[in-house]
């Protein structure tokens, strides 16, 4: 069944559909995509993301990303494996990975055995990108939208996974709210992303838009929306891993 829903009044859409009967909203299309972005604008940081050849790159990047930002041999494969932990049980489950950019949770999550992950994110590049290196594995869904406005039913998701993809929501409070009402109880989430530093280097990457939180600022973001939550940090590289609560709890 499709967890597919319209961003804008949240009715269930069919999986490749461009509009929606409830409201009435049509969304054009990039490709074989539906673009369900709108029209806000984007900051420097998260344009970069539009560009083929960051896509081309980013994984050569993200390989050695935890290992900087720890400042200890963190390899790709532990990050991925602890990402799978966290989400447990994955088979048969459907996830969102948020902020996708090439795929790489989507694909560790469809090869655990997860029935279907939709791979969001708003660079069609890094989608194109995406799609190639998932191709073969079944499940795996492409979505061309913006974190704060997931075109997902509520309640509808077995787990969430941001890979770093935190550090550039533009309304990280607005991303919150949305992680929660698309995760059923029970539902887990895991986050990645990079801690504020006194570096001058993540001065200058916030005149381009980036966001850097703390732990305890982010854990009391999540927190009063209905998660129990673990979070710590190595380093610059922060973690949290969360659980939905039923409601009333």
């Known amino acids: 069944m499709s967890s597919l829903a319209c961003p804008r009044c949240k009715s269930a859409l069919p999986e490749g559909a461009a509009a929606c009967t409830s409201c009435a909203q049509a969304w054009p299309r990039v490709g074989e995509w539906a673009d369900f972005r709108g029209g806000r604008p984007l900051g420097p940081a998260a344009a970069v993301n539009l560009w083929p050849l960051t896509a081309w790159g980013y994984e050569a990047w993200r390989a050695r990303a935890l290992s900087l930002l720890s400042g200890r041999p963190f390899p790709l494969g532990?990050?991925?494996?602890?990402?799978?932990?966290?989400?447990?049980?994955?088979?048969?489950?459907?996830?969102?990975?948020?902020?996708?950019?090439?795929?790489?949770?989507?694909?560790?999550?469809?090869?655990?055995?997860?029935?279907?992950?939709?791979?969001?994110?708003?660079?069609?590049?890094?989608?194109?990108?995406?799609?190639?290196?998932?191709?073969?594995?079944?499940?795996?869904?492409?979505?061309?939208?913006?974190?704060?406005?997931?075109?997902?039913?509520?309640?509808?998701?077995?787990?969430?996974?941001?890979?770093?993809?935190?550090?550039?929501?533009?309304?990280?409070?607005?991303?919150?709210?949305?992680?929660?009402?698309?995760?059923?109880?029970?539902?887990?989430?895991?986050?990645?992303f990079t801690h504020r530093s006194a570096s001058p280097l993540q001065r200058a990457f916030g005149r381009a838009g980036l966001r850097f939180p703390r732990l305890e600022d982010l854990l009391a973001l999540l927190a009063p929306l209905g998660f129990a939550l673990e979070g710590w940090r190595e380093g610059s590289a922060g973690f949290v891993a969360g659980t939905k609560l039923p409601a009333g709890e």
Do not use: H, K
């Open 78 to 192: 532990e990050e991925l494996c602890l990402m799978r932990e966290r989400l447990e049980p994955v088979g048969g489950g459907v996830f969102l990975d948020l902020g996708t950019a090439t795929g790489l949770y989507a694909r560790a999550l469809l090869r655990a055995g997860a029935a279907r992950v939709y791979a969001l994110d708003l660079s069609p590049a890094m989608l194109r990108a995406a799609r190639r290196r998932a191709r073969g594995l079944e499940g795996f869904v492409p979505l061309l939208a913006r974190a704060e406005a997931l075109p997902l039913r509520a309640a509808s998701l077995d787990g969430v996974a941001v890979g770093g993809s935190w550090n550039e929501f533009a309304r990280p409070e607005a991303v919150a709210l949305e992680v929660a009402r698309v995760l059923r109880p029970g539902g887990r989430l895991w986050l990645v």
